[in-house]
């Protein structure tokens, strides 16, 4: 049976203090409501509709790359009510998946476990918890078969020392789902319609309710407050590092690692403490990346040294290159083989060739560098005039003296070299030349250094 997904994202998060939706909050740098989505898509759903309320355009400006439906919860009464409003959008011909936009870290495998085989039945995923205090529990027979559900302030003192609790996802027949929801009502203790209602009218109709309890509470957890949001940041940042450790990448230290995307990292290579990985990073094998750095959207070779305190933001890396100490990587750099950028060196929209050496202090940008290249320390590219940006070209084998300034566009030769403290203002057509562009030096006798005035 095809799948429809609804994801409950309508709430306001009155204790998460803040102006922000709570569904748009982050977790690992991407908002609570997209991780559900994207967990939603991994399980092949056919439609995904999203119940949206509280900062609604402000949810569908920052998820408009969702391939969704969205469909407003203008009145906030209850989660029944909320599933409601999303059956004029759901094919009710489908199984009906709902899931919470607060609650990051169900697993795909959890889910699939739920749908299997609950077509005609009412699939429920539970937990149990040493403290139950504030959750729905789960009412059973002498059969063990689920009559229904109570929520905390509806439950008897028996009923709250129950310890297996209801999660609040749940699987369905959209018809089923629909007919049911139209008997519910809100005769409790907050005057809302519960989803949890429809358990009890399905025991009385007896339609089967089939249970899946996760093993590991925080797949159902939901975020109400900061402190929760953190307490799941570093779930799952440690479920990430564990199975980077399981794949046979060395970590410093496991719980001072931060991954924000999608990464790709090879066997064998060492991540030092406070490393942040963000968005797609591909790192290969043989690689040792420094402490505190920070790496973006980039590709990372082999036997590759990110030295500590560098920040590489969308560029290429290839093999046995060094960067860093304190380096910084603007995007659409690509650094060949062999080369090596230094403490102090920024190097933006430039391609490094093989081999070739920015060691210190110097900034390059908007360059093509070729094979063999060394840069002495202080030297920068002047690419911006005030208005547009210019490129500098250096050939093979070039020699460039410290604090030299190329002022763009212009173009170097092959085998050039070009003395410290220059000024390069023109090409230089000619291959194997030295170039000088100083004012001569000079001694001035009898000089008297300037000296402060008493006030």
Request: net charge negative.
């Amino acid at each position: 049976m095809s799948l429809s997904v609804i994801i409950l994202a309508a709430g306001k998060g009155t204790r998460m203090k803040s102006s922000t939706p709570k569904v748009l909050h982050r977790l690992a740098n991407r908002p609570l409501l997209e991780h559900v989505y994207d967990t939603a898509r991994s399980l092949g759903a056919e439609e995904i509709i999203v119940v949206y309320g509280h900062g609604g355009d402000m949810v569908k400006q920052a998820c408009a790359h969702f391939d969704a439906k969205w469909v407003e919860q203008t009145e906030q009464l209850g989660t029944g009510h909320a599933v409601q409003q999303a059956f004029d959008a759901v094919n009710l011909n489908n199984n009906v998946l709902v899931l919470y936009g607060d609650v990051p870290l169900t697993s795909q495998q959890t889910l699939h476990e739920l749908l299997d085989g609950s077509e005609d039945k009412i699939g429920l995923l539970t937990v149990c918890l040493e403290n139950p205090t504030g959750y729905g529990r789960i009412l059973r027979n002498e059969n063990n078969q689920v009559t229904g559900i109570v929520e905390q302030k509806d439950a008897s003192e028996a009923q709250q020392k129950i310890n297996e609790v209801n999660s609040g996802i749940l699987s369905c027949k959209g018809e089923t789902l629909q007919s049911l929801l139209k008997n519910i009502n809100n005769q409790n203790s907050q005057g809302e319609y519960y989803l949890t209602d429809i358990f009890a009218l399905a025991a009385e109709q007896g339609i089967e309710i089939k249970t899946t309890t996760v093993a590991d509470s925080y797949e159902v957890e939901g975020v109400n407050n900061r402190l929760q949001l953190a307490s799941l940041e570093r779930i799952y940042q440690r479920n990430i590092a564990e199975q980077l450790m399981t794949d046979g990448v060395a970590l410093a230290d496991p719980a001072r690692l931060d991954v924000r995307g999608k990464v790709n990292i090879s066997n064998d290579v060492f991540i030092d403490v406070n490393v942040v990985l963000e968005g797609e990073v591909s790192i290969a094998t043989g690689s040792e990346i420094g402490a505190n750095c920070v790496i973006i959207n980039s590709q990372i070779g082999e036997n590759v040294r990110i030295k500590a305190n560098s920040v590489i933001e969308n560029a290429q890396i290839d093999a046995d290159c060094e960067v860093g100490p304190f380096a910084r990587i603007r995007p659409e750099t690509h650094l060949q083989q062999g080369a090596k950028v230094g403490n102090f060196v920024e190097i933006k929209k430039a391609e490094i060739g093989k081999g070739s050496k920015v060691n210190h202090l110097s900034y390059v940008g908007d360059t093509v560098m070729g094979d063999n290249v060394n840069v002495g320390a202080g030297t920068i590219t002047c690419n911006y005039d005030g208005a547009n940006k210019h490129q500098t070209t250096i050939g093979n084998d070039v020699f460039i003296g410290s604090d030299t300034q190329l002022v763009a566009p212009v173009s170097i030769a092959d085998g050039v070299t070009i003395g410290a403290g220059a000024t390069v203002t023109k090409d230089i057509d000619e291959s194997d030349v030295l170039v000088i562009s100083r004012s001569p030096q000079k001694t001035i006798r009898g000089w008297t250094r300037p000296v402060k005035q008493k006030k």
